[in-house]
């Protein structure tokens, strides 16, 4: 379930900023938007995906990774920005997290959305490619499908995967493919400079 508010007053959003219960709302052209907490599976997913790539990308100085950051048009702040699972930026890009706030102002080099049943991932993707997120991994929750969306020509396009049917993120140096251990799907990631293998 979601909620959408077309109009809500400042007094309701500090409210709901008061009690923490904001993290994961978003304003879309000035329509505010609730999402329900994420459920277990879906922490999960984001959560040890993330734990193993923060430590990758730490070893290798690659970049920094962020939870509950969002990500804005930077021309309409206040009114238009969205909240993915994680935003990662590369080496040299860090300043733009301390720049922006609780935003990234320009374009973050990859971002994770979980899609989960009824949730509205997909149609965040004209505001990603507007914003110039440069790749996206969509992982669904419960089948583990994955892809990997990369900016081309001012659209977020899926990568084809290689021969071996894995699928590479340029910002992250990892592969994806979607698999299945003890008949249960699960999320493969192999870790291109460490060469390891990885089950979500």
């Known amino acids: 379930m ?21 993290r994961r709302d978003e304003m879309w052209e000035g329509v ?16 040890e995906l993330l734990f193993i790539l923060a430590a990758y990308v ?14 804005r048009d930077v021309h309409h702040p206040q009114q238009n920005y969205r909240i993915p699972e994680w935003v990662f930026l590369r080496r040299g890009r860090e300043h733009l997290f301390k720049q922006g ?12 959305e979980v899609v989960s ?14 914003v110039g997120v440069r790749e996206m991994i969509r992982v669904e929750r419960d089948s583990r499908a994955v892809q990997v969306l990369r900016l081309v020509g001012g659209r977020l396009t899926p990568v084809s995967p290689n021969a071996d049917g894995w699928i590479y993120c340029e910002g992250l140096r990892a592969f994806f493919r979607t698999g299945t251990s003890s008949g249960s799907p ?11 293998e990885h089950l979500i």
Request: proline share 8%; glycine share 6%.
């Open 186 to 196: 699960v999320l493969r990631v192999l870790l291109e400079l460490d060469r390891s």
């Open 32 to 47: 505010y938007h609730i999402a329900p907490p994420p459920d277990e599976e879906h922490q999960t997913v984001s959560d």
């Open 117 to 130: 049943p009824g949730d509205e991932t997909d149609e965040k993707m004209p505001f990603y490619e507007k």
């Open 2 to 22: 979601r909620a959408v508010i077309l109009d809500i007053s400042p007094e309701e959003i500090a409210e709901r900023h008061r009690l923490d219960l904001d």
């Open 58 to 71: 730490a070893k290798h100085a690659l970049g920094t990774f962020r939870t509950i950051k969002g990500v």
């Open 101 to 112: 706030g609780s935003y990234v102002d320009e374009g973050p080099d990859v971002i994770l």
